[in-house]
């Protein structure tokens, strides 16, 4: 593994990327530390904790719903990312928890967007991993989200989205395109507030920001998607405006005990008629 980002990486030297791995910054996508003298293994997730310098504090915190000794879940804030990306660090929710808990091995099991509040869950012991991302990569998982996004008496509710969602051509974004359906949400109304409503969204499948595209491509982007439709210039953010997506509850059977879990979010979204759209806020409280 030394050899390989000596090699990918040619500006850092050699020395410096064994020092990172002997400090344990470099892990591998199941929280396994990747030492210097480790094998190459191609196709895996390899993640560096790197210093970012004056990263500043996410005003929001979030709360540990369950833990016992294999499965932690925990209810994001809006804003804060689950794991180290671009400038943010210590300011994920991975971090965080790993500090709260005092749990060096934690990992997540899935992930939601930065912009997304809600449930996310987190195996605790390695031997655990492999049978909590199958919930997921099996669809043994029962997924349930809410939005707010505008109101559209012409569209039959409820309805199934399918369709194909493949990268665009900005890094940061998703589109549809023509081809085998890859994404699948099947969407409820819960309440109409004027010209904004209250969904119901179960995703099928988990293509990264399907819920997002799936929305703005029939006429209903989520309110404060910064986005979809329009990409929002970076630094842009502004926490008056959260993104009305909350991950509301998630239900499968234990792998490792067997056990039936049901989780519920304790976040809510607010659809106010007498306000704009704009002004559409997400509780942060717990």
């Known amino acids: 593994m030394l050899d390989f980002f000596a090699e990918r990486f040619p500006a850092i030297a050699r020395e410096r990327w064994h020092e990172r791995m002997a400090q344990g910054l470099v892990v591998d996508e199941h929280g396994v530390t990747v030492t210097a003298q480790r094998p190459y293994q191609g196709h895996l997730r390899v993640y560096y904790y790197r210093a970012v310098a004056a990263e500043p504090r996410i005003p929001f915190d979030e709360v540990v719903l369950y833990q016992d000794a294999h499965l932690v879940v925990a209810d994001k804030p809006h804003f804060l990312p689950v794991v180290p990306s671009g400038n943010y660090l210590r300011e994920t ?8 808990l005092g749990l060096p091995d934690l990992v997540p099991i899935h992930r939601i ?21 199958a919930l997921f990569s099996q669809r043994r998982v029962n997924k349930c989200y809410e939005a707010i996004a505008p109101w559209r008496a012409e569209l039959a509710l409820p309805l199934t989205r399918e369709s194909r969602i493949v990268e665009a051509g900005h890094f940061m974004l998703q589109h549809e395109v023509s081809g085998v359906p890859n994404a699948i949400t099947q969407i409820e109304l819960i309440a109409q507030h004027g010209a904004l409503a209250h969904y119901r969204l179960h995703p ?35 926490y008056a405006q959260p993104l009305q997506l909350l991950a509301r509850s998630i239900e499968f059977a234990d792998p490792v005990t067997g056990e039936p ?26």
């Open 204 to 238: 099928v499948t988990g293509k990264r920001h399907q819920l997002r595209v799936h929305m703005a491509a029939l006429g209903l982007p989520i309110v404060g998607d910064g986005l979809y439709p329009t990409l929002t210039p970076e630094g842009q953010i502004d």
């Open 261 to 286: 879990r049901h989780f519920e979010s304790q976040r809510k979204l607010s659809a106010q008629p007498s306000l704009p759209s704009s002004r559409v806020r997400a509780s942060q409280g717990v």
């Open 93 to 100: 929710l991975l971090l965080r928890l790993k500090r709260k």
């Open 113 to 133: 967007d930065r912009d997304t509040a809600g449930l996310v869950l987190f195996s605790v012991q390695p031997q655990d991993r492999a049978a909590y991302s």
